[in-house]
């Protein structure tokens, strides 16, 4: 499986601030990147996909992919106490997908 | 449609023992795929079926471990005989044909093996 490096955390944020993942890849030619949220023993769930370069956003979520630097980033605007979870990148290789070891969120109300 | 459907929801079993781990996909999705999540390995990719063939199973693990879909709507995960090592928590998941499409995961299935 491709490799899919992702910050560690645990990621602290206060309410109404920005949390801010990052996401690396060991594949220059994967072309679909996808962000799963997992709250704690409950399944992952997507959150947004890109496969294109530059932003795009979904709500209070908005996701940024760089090509060139392998470089995937979800950013959380306005954080909310339910946004307290971990999340997974995942890297598309035709039809499967290669996860991130997941970053966790919590945000302090 | 009701999502992904996996049982049990819990499996506490002994070392040695069989275990089948059981899934139905979202109906008219043409892919299944069976993952382990671990706190050291996290979330693998064991085996995927389309259109209920085999495509890759580079991730099962070892020989213990066999996967079956005989018909559309289900699948299993066999372990045998279990290891204590394979407590996991694992997760049935299905998508279109679509290579754009996502993966939809099931509840998963805790496994503790003892």
């Known amino acids: 499986q491709k490799e899919v490096e992702q910050n560690s955390g645990p990621l602290s944020v206060p309410e109404g601030a920005i949390a801010s993942l990052n996401c690396t890849y060991s594949d220059r030619g994967s072309q679909s990147f996808f962000w799963y949220r997992q709250y704690s023993g409950k399944s992952p769930e997507l959150i947004m996909f890109?496969?294109?370069?530059g932003d795009k956003e979904d709500g209070r979520f908005t996701a940024q992919l760089n090509k060139a630097s392998q470089y995937v980033s979800l950013l959380i605007r306005d954080s909310q106490p339910s946004d307290s979870a971990t999340y997974l990148c995942a890297v598309k290789d035709d039809y499967k997908l290669s996860f991130g070891a997941g970053t966790t969120v919590t945000v302090r109300a | 449609d009701a999502g992904v459907i996996q049982s049990p929801r819990h499996e506490v079993t002994e070392m040695g023992q069989e275990v089948t781990l059981r899934c139905k996909p979202i109906?008219?999705?043409?892919?299944l795929f069976w993952y382990r999540q671990t706190m050291m390995r996290g979330l693998e990719l064991l085996i995927y079926?389309?259109?209920?063939?085999?495509?890759?199973d580079s991730g099962m693990p070892e020989d213990r471990f066999s996967a079956k879909m005989p018909n559309a709507s289900f699948s299993t995960l066999k372990i045998q005989p279990s290891e204590p090592r394979d407590s996991a928590v694992y997760f049935c998941?299905?998508?279109?044909?679509?290579?754009?499409?996502?993966?939809?995961f099931g509840p998963g299935t805790r496994l503790l093996v003892l």
């Open positions: 109906s008219g999705h043409d892919y």
């Open positions: 998941a299905s998508s279109l044909v679509l290579a754009e499409e996502t993966q939809y």
């Open positions: 890109i496969y294109s370069n």
């Open positions: 079926f389309n259109n209920n063939v085999p495509i890759d």
